[in-house]
């Protein structure tokens, strides 16, 4: 990749993660100040001794909350997505493995001209690897106990070139900070879903206590509001969904390609994609919130994990086999330009 | 009215030098950053031969020579001065570590002792990095040439004193097989 076009996408996700978190707020802004503004037309036409809702405290309240769990994000972020899949750092390494884990890591900050990341071990049979970090000073790299046994070195070095591609490409920052607040947003749809049926306690109450009929000019609007403000909390959480997985997807063949810069060795990253497709076994310990963060879906198979989300139908990576290819026709013309047409292999095709 | 069209462009221009200039320095600084990231994992592999020379002596006795022209290749390489002359010795001392290696081959009773096999990482992540550096290094010097003789930045290039850094070249095909010689360590560990 020239430098215009790293460039280019380091501007890019710094565009959309500003993005990100603008949105975030205004989402919960919207879904705090919204209820406030349900609730007001609704208690408007009370008798003067009944509740006014007047304060906007909710909403108030929710955006403080979306400011400060945004804050969170963005400092913790990374350590609780660490967190999350119970990864351990290598401080000393312990065993052979290990150590060349360490020393594929720094072969790969020395090849992209970036500061050595700490490096994380998830305990997890399944293969898999997913960096993390704000930005390439805070990086993280983690992978499993899986991925240490299967690979060899060069399909190893793929892979953490691959990682490494997505932290210099600042990939790591907008996933990092999506993975915060795809949790939240659905943690807040659940949370405002049960808020709502205690609404409609009050509401149904309310309306018990006798309105005149001067209350109900302000209740068509009230309903349209309530309504719109009931289908956000529907469609937020889904729509964050995709957003990860949309966002992830087209990331994951601009990182092959940068990390096969990185190598200068496309087709050992294609044989390690390979390792990993025919491990079928999800990996337990990623979770949907980090998923999209990883090398090959975390999940296993799309739709067939995840039941009843409208989400499963898009996955978050492309498939491995189109990832092959393109990595196939790297290699290739890496091959032709440097006139060794004795290595090339025939592309494979799907089996 | 003529005046102010007049300052404006000039203050266009005078920001266009800066900001031309900034980035040739900014190119100049990641060149000798690049090249200063080859000088340490030289001399890291300069450290590492002669504890993977004295580990392996004894079980290695009869292939003297070629523990010789490791010894003296990177003896050699510790005073090579300036790129061209450092990129020659190195490449020597590359092509030495490539035929040891290849010997090694020859006796697994060498692999079994943890030592050997340490030793063998590093010196393979160490060759690694220094291919890497010098992968590094090329881009970006690649990059600073290129911008200094392109228009309209050539015109900047004086002021900001750029002259063609001079790139790290491979000598001969036989170099580029030498990383191959790794392939015992492609085994996933026990």
Redesign the interface.
């Known amino acids: 990749m020239s430098?215009s076009n790293l460039f280019a996408q380091q501007e890019s996700n710094r565009r959309r993660s500003a993005w990100l978190l603008a949105g975030f707020i205004l989402l919960f802004a919207w879904v705090g100040f919204g209820g406030d503004w349900a609730f007001y037309l609704q208690t408007q036409g009370a008798p003067p001794e009944a509740y006014h809702h007047i304060i906007p405290w909710v909403g108030l309240l929710t955006s403080s909350f979306a400011a400060g769990l945004c804050w969170y994000s963005w400092r913790y972020g990374a350590g609780r997505v660490l967190w999350a899949t119970g990864a351990w750092e290598i401080i000393e390494p312990a065993?052979?493995?290990q150590?060349?884990l360490v020393?594929?890591v720094?072969?790969?900050a020395?090849?992209?001209?970036l500061p050595r990341p700490r490096i994380w071990i998830v305990p997890d049979p399944d293969p898999n690897a997913f960096a993390t970090g704000i930005d390439p000073q805070h990086a993280s790299i983690a992978v499993t106990e899986g991925l240490?046994?299967?690979?060899?070195?060069?399909e190893l070095?793929g892979v953490v070139a691959h990682e490494m591609a997505h932290v210099r490409n600042l990939d790591t920052r907008l996933m990092t900070l999506l993975a915060a607040m795809v949790g939240a947003i659905a943690l807040m749809s659940d949370g405002m879903g049960r808020m709502l049926r205690g609404g409609a306690y009050v509401r149904g109450s309310s309306s018990g206590g006798g309105r005149g009929g001067g209350d109900r000019k302000g209740n068509p609007l009230a309903l349209i509001v309530l309504v719109a403000w009931l289908l956000s909390l529907v469609v937020a959480p889904i729509l964050s969904q995709l957003l990860a997985m949309a966002v992830s997807r087209k990331r994951e063949f601009l990182a092959d390609a940068t990390g096969a810069q990185?190598t200068?060795n496309p087709m050992a990253l294609a044989s390690a994609l390979e390792k990993l497709d025919g491990a079928t076994a999800p990996t337990t310990t990623i979770t949907h919130g980090a998923a999209h963060l990883c090398i090959v879906d975390a999940l296993g198979r799309p739709a067939s994990e995840r039941p009843g989300v409208v989400g499963d139908v898009f996955g978050s990576h492309p498939p491995i086999r189109e990832r092959v290819i393109r990595l196939e026709g790297m290699a290739y013309q890496q091959a032709k330009l440097?006139g060794h047409p004795g290595v090339l292999t025939p592309p494979s095709l799907p089996a | 009215m003529p005046g102010i069209i007049f300052l404006v462009v000039l203050a266009v221009l005078a920001l266009w030098v800066v900001g031309a200039y900034n980035r040739l320095i900014g190119l100049k600084n990641q060149v000798v950053n690049g090249w200063k990231q080859i000088d340490v994992q030289l001399k890291r592999r300069h450290d590492l031969i002669p504890n993977l020379v004295n580990t392996v002596k004894g079980a290695m006795d009869f292939e003297k020579s070629t523990l010789e022209a490791v010894i003296a290749a990177r003896n050699k390489a510790v005073s090579a001065t300036g790129v061209k002359a450092t990129a020659q010795a190195e490449g020597e001392l590359t092509q030495a570590l490539g035929r040891f290696f290849a010997l090694t081959e020859a006796y697994p009773q060498l692999k079994a002792t943890g030592n050997v096999a340490q030793l063998q990482e590093e010196l393979t992540s160490t060759e690694n990095k220094i291919g890497f550096a010098r992968q590094f290094y090329n881009d970006v010097a690649t990059d600073y040439n290129t911008k200094q003789m392109q228009f309209p930045t050539n015109l900047v290039a004086g002021l900001a004193k750029a002259s063609p850094a001079e790139l790290w070249e491979i000598e001969d095909a036989g170099e580029r097989a030498v990383p191959n010689v790794d392939l015992s360590m492609n085994k996933p560990p026990a």
């Open positions: 430098d065993d052979p493995a150590q060349q020393n594929v720094e072969e790969m020395v090849a992209s001209g240490l046994r299967t690979l060899n070195r060069d070095q990185f200068r440097e």
